[in-house]
């Protein structure tokens, strides 16, 4: 009997894409979402499923450079493309500077939501070096936090471009 919800060819798509500065070649199934493959293809649990239908955040990967729901996105789309999930924010040394200044400002409580604010977060601080305080809340909007009222996230945000500002200065 062919259940009218689940497609009825069971073929797999083959996708590559660069995953965190590594090729990745993988095999799914085209209804597959990228955050399905994500958690439980490639085992990069940093990246939370919460709402499932795109209101959360907590899922929030970026995909050449865009924050995108990985919810509400599908595997296959992933084809040629860069994307970047919060393992990739930290080298094998060093935390990235959101990472630093989120733990500083205590922006991570539960710790649900931290991976696709940090990850919006650097959506933002990456074309925007010296964003304002409302383009901050701006990029925030669609990670939901309900534990830290969202000042200590904002105040993480305005720290690390700071601190990335100053380092940029540094090496220059």
């Not at 094998?92 to 959101?98: G, K, M």
């Not at 919006?120 to 309900?146: M, Q």
Request: include cysteine; proline fraction near 4%; charge should be negative.
């Amino acid at each position: 009997m062919n259940n009218a919800c689940e497609p009825s060819d069971l073929s797999r798509v083959k996708v590559s894409f660069v995953l965190n500065g590594k090729h990745v070649d993988v095999e799914v199934k085209p209804w597959e979402t990228a955050l399905h493959l994500l958690r439980e293809e490639l085992e990069l649990t940093g990246t939370k499923e919460g709402c499932g239908i795109g209101e959360c955040g907590a899922c929030t990967i970026l995909v050449d450079g865009r924050a995108v729901d990985s919810c509400l996105i599908l595997a296959p789309q992933l084809d040629g493309r860069d994307v970047n999930t919060v393992e990739g924010l930290a080298n094998e040394r060093t935390l990235h500077a959101l990472q630093e200044a989120f733990m500083a400002h205590g922006a991570v409580q539960c710790g649900f939501c931290t991976p696709g604010a940090l990850v919006s977060a650097k959506a933002l601080l990456d074309p925007t070096p010296s964003p304002r305080r409302e383009e901050i809340v701006e990029a925030l909007s669609g990670n939901l936090c309900r534990c830290t009222g969202y000042i200590q996230i904002v105040e993480a945000v305005e720290q690390a471009a700071k601190n990335l500002r100053e380092k940029e200065s540094d090496q220059a």
